[in-house]
T-cell receptor, first 116, second 114 residues
Framework: DAGVIQSPRHEVTEMGQEVTLRCKPI?????LFWYRQTMMRGLELLIY????????DSGMPEDRFSAKMPNASFSTLKIQPSEPRDSAVYFC??????????????FGPGTRLTVT | AQTVTQSQPEMSVQEAETVTLSCTYD???????LFWYKQPPSRQMILVIR??????QNATENRFSVNFQKAAKSFSLKISDSQLGDAAMYFC???????????FGKGTKLSVIP
C-alpha cells in the first residue's frame, strides 16, 4: 500500500494568496483527518471526515480555512487568503473506523507551508 | 477534556543504552487507548507502539516497550539498545474508545549520542 499521500511537500507563498493542500488517504479507509503542527501549539486537529462527510470542523481556526472531501480518495484543505501565522506543517491522516477500536491513524508526510 | 502531558521536552541517550520517556494523561473514561508516535527529521509520523487500557500486560515491539500504570495514569516508553536512527521527536497520544480524536502531548526530542 502506498500510504497516505500529500502534495505538495513544501509550499512557499506570499501573504494574501490562496493555498491548496491535497491528500489521498489509504485505499479502503473511511476516515480522514487534517492536522496542523506548530512549535507553539503542537499537533492540532483541524477537521475530521467520516465517509466523506465533515463530522467535526471545530478545529478550523477561521473562515479563511476550508476543507472538502469530494470522494473517498481525495481531500483538500484550502486557505484563502493566507497569512504568515498560517505557516506550519499540515498533516493528513486516515483510518478505518469500523467495529471495535482502536482506529489507528496513519499519517502522510506532511506539507510544510511558509507564508511570507 | 482529556489532556496528555510529556514533562521532558528533551532527552539524550548514549548509543546502545536504555532511555525512558515519560507521559501522563488525564481522563475520566475507563476504556481508551494510548500510543507512542515517532517523528524523525523527515517529519513522517510513525506509530511505534500502542496499549489498550483494558490490557494489564505492557505492550512491547522489539526494542520498544511501555510501562502502563493505569491507576497513576502514566504511560512511559522505554527504548532499549538505543540506535542512531531512534533520534526523533516522540509523541504520546490518547484515544478514547468510541471516539475518533487523538489527543497528543507536546513531544519529547530524543538525541542519541554516538
Amino acid at each position: 500500500d502506498a500510504g497516505v499521500i500529500q502534495s505538495p511537500r513544501h509550499e512557499v507563498t506570499e501573504m494574501g494568496q490562496e493555498v491548496t493542500l491535497r491528500c489521498k488517504p489509504i485505499s479502503g479507509h473511511n476516515s480522514l483527518f487534517w492536522y496542523r503542527q506548530t512549535m507553539m501549539r503542537g499537533l492540532e486537529l483541524l477537521i475530521y471526515f467520516n465517509n466523506n462527510v465533515p463530522i467535526d470542523d471545530s478545529g478550523m481556526p477561521e473562515d479563511r480555512f476550508s476543507a472538502k472531501m469530494p470522494n473517498a480518495s481525495f481531500s483538500t484543505l484550502k486557505i484563502q487568503p493566507s497569512e504568515p501565522r498560517d505557516s506550519a506543517v499540515y498533516f493528513c491522516a486516515s483510518s478505518h473506523q469500523k467495529g471495535q477500536g482502536p482506529y489507528e491513524q496513519y499519517f502522510g508526510p506532511g506539507t510544510r507551508l511558509t507564508v511570507t | 477534556a482529556q489532556t496528555v502531558t510529556q514533562s521532558q521536552p528533551e532527552m539524550s541517550v548514549q548509543e546502545a543504552e536504555t532511555v525512558t520517556l515519560s507521559c501522563t494523561y488525564d481522563t475520566s473514561e475507563s476504556d481508551y487507548y494510548l500510543f507512542w508516535y515517532k517523528q524523525p527529521p523527515s517529519r513522517q509520523m510513525i506509530l511505534v507502539i500502542r496499549q489498550e487500557a483494558y490490557k494489564q500486560q505492557n505492550a512491547t515491539e522489539n526494542r520498544f516497550s511501555v510501562n502502563f500504570q493505569k491507576a497513576a495514569k502514566s504511560f512511559s516508553l522505554k527504548i532499549s539498545d538505543s540506535q542512531l536512527g531512534d533520534a526523533a521527536m516522540y509523541f504520546c497520544a490518547y484515544y478514547g474508545a468510541g471516539s475518533y480524536q487523538l489527543t497528543f502531548g507536546k513531544g519529547t526530542k530524543l538525541s542519541v549520542i554516538p
